[in-house]
């Protein structure tokens, strides 16, 4: 499902406003965050930061 096809007059500044984010939007990133989650670790991360460090670090295995 694509949720920002629903707003296409938006810019990607103001989707991902952390204070506007439309709730569709972040209930979507929210579950895609879950799903990337339960592919690497039984724990869920501490946050979007300790997520994206893991996540380019696997990235990065990966292209050695």
Do not use: C, G, Q, W
């Amino acid at each position: 499902m694509n949720i920002r096809a629903n707003y296409t007059d938006s810019t990607l500044a103001d989707l991902y406003d952390p204070d506007t984010m439309p709730p569709d939007l972040k209930k979507a990133h929210l579950s895609l965050d879950r799903a990337v989650e339960k592919l690497y670790r039984e724990k869920p991360f501490d946050s979007d930061h300790e997520r994206i460090e893991f996540l380019l670090s696997k990235y990065k295995e990966m292209i050695s």
